[in-house]
């Protein structure tokens, strides 16, 4: 790649931090390549400065310039959908690979836990990713997948969907431990016959 594409004279004395000029969110520095790699169409003469993504879900700016008059780049923009934006599926969480939300949901429904985050650590250690021109966070999604994988784990409603499907089955039902008080009495697996016997079996 010539210099051209990639060189940015302000990097390195613009601000780590600056706050997005519509919502107000901290948002923190994203290479120009991503910027250009990412913006469905880029305007002539684009601004060569110092570029900054907001990952607020609420605002629909995605990237913003260092000067107050400079270009700002709105989802619509995007040539992919940016995760931390989107409610509705699918919601991206790693770009390199594909792996959505709902990919790492159904893994939890299907085995009490996720291992796309391993996965993709197979894949980064590789060197098959390609996060600075694929993520529009310029960075490595695994801080993403693993919090993803997190707060699903802790959701009550796919451990109870999870322990429903492990009624009457061999799997054991090691994951009750963490649900809420309103899990058990719903589903009450120890209560159910069948728990027993293939406890005996
Ligand atoms: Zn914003």
Redesign the pocket.
Known sequence: MSDCCSTNPKTGTAPLVMV?P??G?R?KQVDILTVKSLVRRLPLGMLNTQYYF?D?SD?D?VYFALEVDGPRFLREDMVVRVGAKETADPIPVCYCFGFTRKDIEDEIVETGRSAVADRIKTEVNAGNCACEVRNPSGKCCLGDVARASTELTGSDVLLVRYVSRGVGSAQPHRNLLASSACVVPCHDPFGHGNRLRCQLA
């Open positions: 997005c519509v919502n969110a948002s907001c607020a605002c700016v």
